[in-house]
């Protein structure tokens, strides 16, 4: 059990540092379609299936799977593996923010904003630190889809936005039209 945990932590921290660069991937990137990636064969994704199939609960295995399915625009493998990620882990909250990336990737709007939500939850207040950037990113999706159905909390969410980066422009903008 151990080992799971040592893993889980270097998995976390990978992550953590992958999330930066998929928070600016997110932020500055146009999906492509995943029909035909995922009828290509990929070695790194079918070696990583055939370790999942040896054992299901290798959350190491899952993830580096999911990213090799986002690597690959195959976003709706990518959602289904991010959830059993959350399954196995449920209070593990990157699998929650790359849920939510994957879904929007996909141009799945509501689910990308409930995944969000989700992420923001599961952020135990001893990792907001090392979450900011993408604490930031989730509060400002959120307040991007509310701002039309709920002004108010879209306020709210973006001030939580702007709290964790306040160099975020995008962020400034929404503000000042939320509060204008």
């Known amino acids: 059990m151990k080992m799971s945990t040592i893993n889980s932590r270097n ?39 055939k370790q999942i199939e040896a054992n299901p609960k290798d959350t190491e295995s899952l993830a580096k799977l999911a990213a090799a399915y986002q690597e690959a625009s195959d976003w709706p493998n990518a959602i289904d593996t991010w959830k059993k990620i959350s399954a196995l882990l449920p209070d593990w909250a990157p699998s929650y923010y790359s849920q939510a990336y994957a879904y929007q ?18 952020v135990k207040p001893e990792e907001v630190e090392q979450n900011k950037k993408n604490l930031a ?44």
């Open 11 to 49: 998995l976390f921290l990978g992550l953590i540092l992958a999330g930066s660069v998929s928070l600016v991937n997110a932020q500055t990137t146009q999906p492509e379609t995943s029909a035909a990636t995922s009828q290509t064969s990929n070695p790194t994704i079918d070696g990583l299936k």
């Open 105 to 122: 990737s996909a141009k799945d709007d509501a689910n990308a904003k409930l995944a969000y939500e989700k992420y923001i939850a599961t």
């Open 137 to 180: 990113y989730a509060y400002f999706y959120i307040a991007f889809a509310e701002q039309q159905t709920d002004p108010n909390k879209a306020k709210e969410h973006i001030a939580k936005s702007i709290q964790y980066d306040p160099t975020n422009q995008d962020a400034i903008k929404l503000s000042k039209a939320l509060n204008s």
